[in-house]
């Protein structure tokens, strides 16, 4: 069963950069299969898809938020990250990670991690 | 203004079939399938639909979907009290430069 698990501080404080984690268990993150993605989630609204890296390091970036973003991989610790610069509180969210099915026209999320919240607070 | 379009808002009671729509556009749901997510209160979203209609294993058989055009839209059928939550449905989109994208998400309240 494949589990994802977030991990990274619960506060940044404005203008500093956001590291997060995302470990992978019961799967290599390997897999020719699959992507693998962060989402995120302000308070109270709806999901705002970040990016998504292949093994291989290929990225797509969400183009909002492009300029600040950087999505790496870690095959040897079967672990991918994010890090985000320029913390705003608009940066509030709960920042979930994601395995993507990514085919022709046709991709999902799934399964997702528990999430993590992260407030940009000083 | 979000690429998909859905009402904020949906409700029925128990053993109703509700329906939520996910409007789209032709660089959106006209061009890639569309893939609905469950996120119950206080936990993560859950793939519901993929493929526009298919159900991944472990899902009841009373959500369904489609999609027509630049449209989709997700029915519940016999609503069950365990299926308040927030429903989101969400494609790929070849404008600028490609991105994911999801609906603002409908509130399913059972009464």
């Known amino acids: 069963q494949v589990q994802l698990q977030e991990s990274g501080p619960g506060l940044v404080k404005p203008s500093q950069t956001l590291s997060l984690t995302c470990t992978v268990s019961g799967d290599s993150i390997r897999s020719s299969d699959y992507y693998w993605s962060w989402i995120r989630q302000q308070p109270g609204k709806g999901l705002e898809w970040i990016g998504y890296?292949?093994?291989?390091?290929?990225?797509y970036y969400n183009p909002s938020l492009k300029s600040r973003l950087t999505i790496s991989v870690d095959t040897s610790n079967n672990h991918f990250s994010l890090k985000l610069a320029s913390m705003t509180a608009a940066d509030t969210a709960v920042y979930y990670c994601?395995?993507?099915?990514?085919?022709?026209?046709?991709?999902?999320?799934?399964?997702w991690g528990q999430g993590t919240l992260v407030s940009v607070s000083s | 203004q979000s690429v998909l379009i859905q009402p904020p808002s949906v409700s029925g009671t128990p053993g109703q079939r509700v329906t939520i729509s996910c409007s789209g556009t032709?660089?959106?749901?006209?061009?890639?399938?569309v893939t609905w997510y469950q996120q119950l209160p206080g936990t993560a979203p859950k793939l519901l639909i993929f493929g526009n209609s298919q159900r991944p294993s472990g899902v009841p058989d009373r959500f369904s979907g489609s999609k027509s055009g630049t449209s989709a839209s997700l029915a519940i059928s016999g609503l069950q009290s365990e299926d308040e939550a927030d429903y989101y449905c969400a494609a790929w989109d070849n404008s600028l430069n490609g991105r994911y994208v999801f609906g603002p998400g409908t509130k399913v309240t059972v009464l």
């Open positions: 032709s660089s959106s749901i006209g061009s890639n399938t």
């Open positions: 994601a395995r993507v099915w990514v085919g022709v026209a046709n991709n999902w999320f799934d399964p």
């Open positions: 890296i292949y093994h291989s390091g290929t990225t």
